[in-house]
């Protein structure tokens, strides 16, 4: 298994002889404006440039949207992105949303999928907490997954999606025993100062459930909204000794397991 992250929540993932991109979020640096309603929203997004050329990023057997969010799906991916590529989404509405968009081969994620011999599990996730799931918010956060990989010859890898720590991804971590898992780490956060994904307690807490897995901190650095920093959360990891099992990757940086 190689994990390498791009940007934001964008990830490639090679996991028993094929090739993933996950949440491709492919603009140019400052290409569309921060998302209204959210933290710092004057700034445009993304934050920064991509770290690796296009053709490398887009070399990849199959793609999965966890949810079509700008920062996880947008008109970059959409133009760059060949049209036959096969692409996962969580559910009908966002196959819609992309087939819309001329791709033509797009599929519904099931609880339980195969794609070339590797089982595709879809896990549900919670993109806040309490009344902001509620009314017009609630409404534009929506429904977001998170996936499973498991194969004979491969360690279990969990990517969580865009969730905060909640008893969904604790039940994830019993079911499944990941031995890595990938958590969206930037504590983004809409007004008045609410979050929306994980940060550093809640990456403590999935660390505290999971006590043999490797845990790859995503979605830094690189949205409006993201307001924990790498150096910020390394700093709660040496503080807390967590240094031996989570890790902080730069963008374009890869591990393999």
């Not at 690796?52 to 990849?60: A, H, K, Y």
């Not at 902001?132 to 360690?155: Q, Y």
């Amino acid at each position: 298994m190689k994990l390498t992250q791009i940007r934001n929540a964008t990830l490639k993932v090679e996991y028993a002889g094929k090739k993933f991109l996950i949440d491709p979020m492919l603009s140019k640096k400052g290409a569309f404006p921060g998302f209204p309603g959210t933290i710092n929203s004057h700034i445009a997004n993304p934050t920064v440039d991509l770290p690796l050329p296009l053709s490398e990023i887009l070399d990849v057997d199959a793609v999965i949207v966890t949810h079509t969010h700008q920062d996880h799906w947008d008109d970059a991916a959409k133009e760059a992105i060949p049209k036959d590529m096969p692409i996962f989404t969580q559910n009908a509405r966002d196959q819609w949303d992309i087939q819309m968009s001329w791709f033509r081969n797009t599929w519904v994620l099931e609880e339980r999928n195969d794609f070339g011999g590797i089982t595709l599990n879809k896990t549900p996730g919670q993109h806040g907490r309490g009344e902001i799931l509620e009314g017009l918010m609630g409404d534009i956060l929506g429904n977001v997954c998170g996936i499973v990989f498991t194969h004979p010859r491969e360690k279990t890898l969990y990517i969580a999606g865009d969730t905060v720590w909640y008893q969904g991804v604790e039940q994830n971590l019993k079911q499944y025993k990941p031995d890595v898992m990938v958590l969206n780490s930037g504590d983004a956060k809409v007004l008045p100062n609410e979050s929306i994904i994980m940060g550093k307690e809640d990456v403590y807490e999935a660390y505290k459930a999971a006590p043999l897995a490797t845990i790859i901190a995503s979605h830094m650095g690189a949205v409006n909204h993201a307001s924990l920093s790498r150096e910020d959360l390394r700093a709660f990891i040496v503080d807390h000794r967590m240094n031996s099992r989570v890790l902080v990757p730069e963008d374009g940086e890869s591990y393999t397991f």
